[in-house]
């Protein structure tokens, strides 16, 4: 069964560093969404992707964080520089298109010290 | 029981029960609403979904109710296994044009052999 692979799963890092988190969707998937979980809370989206275009990114703290899909398939999500409040639930998800039901990945825990 | 947690709410059941974990959604124009499962240190597995054209959807095991009237969802789980044991999240598509699922808050089910 075709899977949303995230690396790496684990990340701990200082703060003031600078963090990336790649996520590969499944094939043929052309939406892309970075979603942040806080423990024991839900997912809160970040950004999303139609292809290579962003179309949403009103949550995504553009100061530090930067995204990208350029070739429309994988897509790498930065954090410069990490604060402590950054700890969390990095999730990677797609679907086939907008309004479709999303696949997600096994996400990227970061731990900012 | 059904209980408040410190985080979530958790039902507790045991095994060979019936579960039925609730969701309220805020957005009226809402019109696709999802179930997922995750388990500790997993992303979100979906689960079942529904269109608001409907008000019951069936997969194995689960059943899934609409009501837009009181803008209620709620996933029942018949004969509920030690392998449930997960928390349950409902996502809704606000509908702001470009299918953004939003979260709602988990439910911790715990269910004991």
């Not at chain 1, 995204?67 to 950054?86: C, M, Y």
Request: proline letters at 4%; aromatic letters at 10%; glycine letters at 8%.
């Amino acid at each position: 069964e075709a899977e949303v692979a995230q690396s790496p799963r684990y990340k701990i890092t200082e703060k003031s560093q600078a963090v990336a988190f790649w996520c590969d969707p499944i094939s043929g998937h052309a939406t892309l969404y970075w979603y942040r979980q806080i423990l024991g809370q839900g997912p809160e989206l970040l950004v999303q992707f139609q292809d290579e275009s962003v179309v949403d990114d009103s949550q995504l703290p553009k100061d530090r964080f930067s995204a990208e899909r350029l070739k429309g398939v994988d897509s790498t999500l930065k954090i410069q520089p990490a604060e402590l409040g950054d700890s969390a639930m990095y999730l990677c998800a797609s679907s086939q298109d907008l309004g479709e039901k999303l696949f997600f990945g096994s996400g990227t825990q970061l731990s900012v010290l | 029981g059904e209980s408040v947690g410190l985080h979530l709410p958790t039902l507790s059941v045991q095994e060979g029960d019936n579960s039925i974990i609730n969701c309220a959604y805020s957005n009226s124009a809402s019109d696709y609403f999802i179930w997922y499962k995750q388990e500790s240190g997993k992303g979100p597995q979906f689960i079942i979904d529904i269109r608001s054209n409907m008000d019951k959807r069936q997969g194995q095991r689960v059943t899934v109710l609409l009501n837009k009237t009181v803008k209620h969802l709620s996933l029942q789980i018949a004969a509920t296994q030690p392998g449930d044991s997960a928390v349950y999240f409902c996502a809704e598509n606000r509908g702001s044009g470009y299918s953004t699922l939003t979260f709602g808050k988990g439910t911790m089910l715990l269910v004991s052999p």
